[in-house]
């Protein structure tokens, strides 16, 4: 869960928070005030892409920082872009690729916009959507292939033990 988001100089926002509640929020506004670009932030803290053109007026970089709460555990994490030069994520204060903050947060927030919704770009959950679609015969399908490839890689382990050729 998002507990609180922090934006600041990125496009027309020069420094603006939210603090969600838990469950579902909705976030509205007229046209131009900054509605798109605190999705933005919250695609950068998630490990998106960054657009160094987006960087406001009051600064070289911008930030953003968030504080999740993830399995009773918070954790903060920020993402800076600067104007030049590479982008810089962090993760507990501790510096990550933009993909640790996607694989570590990606999963706590579902973001849904007028045209797009992040979590269906993700493989794991895109799966767990078509698992959760599955009747009884696709369950069982799905736990023998499991089951089946859990033996092959015992199989493999077990071969590398043994060492030698064929």
């Given at each position: ?107 706590v927030v579902?973001v849904v ?26 369950s069982e ?26």
């Amino acid at each position: 869960m998002l507990a609180h988001l922090r934006v600041a100089n990125l496009g027309v926002l020069e420094d603006s928070a939210i603090d969600p509640s838990p469950g579902f929020t909705v976030i509205t506004g007229e046209t131009g005030a900054g509605k798109t670009l605190l999705l933005g932030g919250l695609r950068l803290i998630l490990g998106g892409r960054p657009d160094p053109g987006a960087v406001g007026p009051v600064g070289e970089q911008a930030q953003v920082d968030g504080l999740f709460v993830v399995e009773d555990e918070e954790l903060g994490a920020s993402r800076v872009v600067p104007r030049e030069g590479r982008s810089r994520a962090h993760l507990e204060g501790t510096i990550v690729s933009a993909a640790t903050l996607g694989e570590r947060l990606g999963s706590v927030v579902e973001v849904v916009g007028q045209h797009d919704q992040l979590s269906i770009t993700k493989a794991s959950h895109l799966l767990g959507m078509i698992d959760g679609m599955l009747g009884e015969e696709g369950s069982e399908v799905r736990d023998s292939y499991r089951r089946a490839w859990a033996g092959l890689h015992e199989v493999s382990r077990r071969q590398q033990q043994l060492g030698g050729t064929r």
